[in-house]
T-cell receptor
Framework: GENVEQHPSTLSVQEGDSAVIKCTYSDSASNYFPWYKQELGKRPQLIIDIRSNVGEKKDQRIAVTLNKTAKHFSLHITETQPEDSAVYFCAASWAGGGADGLTFGKGTHLIIQP | NAGVTQTPKFRILKIGQSMTLQCAQDMNHNYMYWYRQDPGMGLKLIYYSVGAGITDKGEVPNGYNVSRSTTEYFPLRLELAAPSQTSVYFC??????????????FGEGSRLTVL
């Protein structure tokens, strides 16, 4: 099955600075890589995703890059704001075994310092 | 649309008790999932279903059972509660297409404590 590693587990940045969260995956057949944001006590919500036929995708202050050769993908948040404080999860599609589902990383707790 | 609705939000169980976590979605999604979330461990898939009458095990199915008699409902049953099942449980649904999982829509979560 798929294995997703996510780093760092905690990231503290000054408000206005950029934040980068990195993930690696093991299954070369995976082709879908979403990022979910979970605010304290809330449900995870999709913020951006990328498919294997593109290398980068951007949506306002957030962007995701994908390197299929190296099997890693990253989330970039620019001009961080207090509302960006949350736990972020990367995931990879578990395309093997004829089943459909996501394997999640363990999460990164992003702290925005005022 | 209410989206994905889970009940109860909180529950305390004694060891050996049984209970069912309810999950309903009104988006006519084919795929439904149950995840558990433990601190610092991300989301682990317990069971999933690709349609009514079809269920399959995920990564951590032991101690749980599911059923999917209709598209809308996907209850999760704990038969003999154990302290290791203390966790936050999330039900989710997606439109679902093979090999290209779409956006997961999560319920608000159910916090279960087994004492």
């Amino acid at each position: 099955g798929e294995n997703v590693e996510q780093h760092p587990s905690t990231l503290s940045v000054q408000e206005g600075d950029s934040a980068v969260i990195k993930c690696t995956y093991s299954d070369s057949a995976s082709n879908y890589f979403p990022w979910y944001k979970q605010e304290l006590g809330k449900r995870p919500q999709l913020i951006i995703d990328i498919r294997s036929n593109v290398g980068e995708k951007k949506d306002q202050r957030i962007a995701v890059t994908l390197n299929k050769t190296a099997k890693h993908f990253s989330l970039h948040i620019t001009e961080t704001q207090p509302e960006d404080s949350a736990v972020y999860f990367c995931a990879a599609s578990w395309a093997g075994g004829g089943a459909d589902g996501l394997t999640f990383g363990k999460g990164t707790h992003l702290i925005i310092q005022p | 649309n209410a989206g994905v609705t889970q009940t109860p939000k909180f529950r305390i169980l004694k060891i050996g008790q049984s209970m069912t976590l309810q999950c309903a979605q009104d988006m006519n999604h084919n795929y439904m999932y149950w995840y558990r979330q433990d601190p610092g461990m991300g989301l682990k898939l317990i069971y999933y279903s690709v349609g009514a009458g079809i269920t399959d095990k995920g990564e951590v199915p032991n101690g749980y059972n599911v059923s999917r008699s209709t598209t809308e409902y996907f209850p999760l049953r704990l038969e003999l509660a154990a302290p290791s099942q203390t966790s936050v449980y999330f039900c989710a649904s997606s439109l679902g297409t093979r090999k290209n999982t779409g956006e997961l829509f999560f319920g608000e979560g159910s916090r279960l404590t087994v004492l």
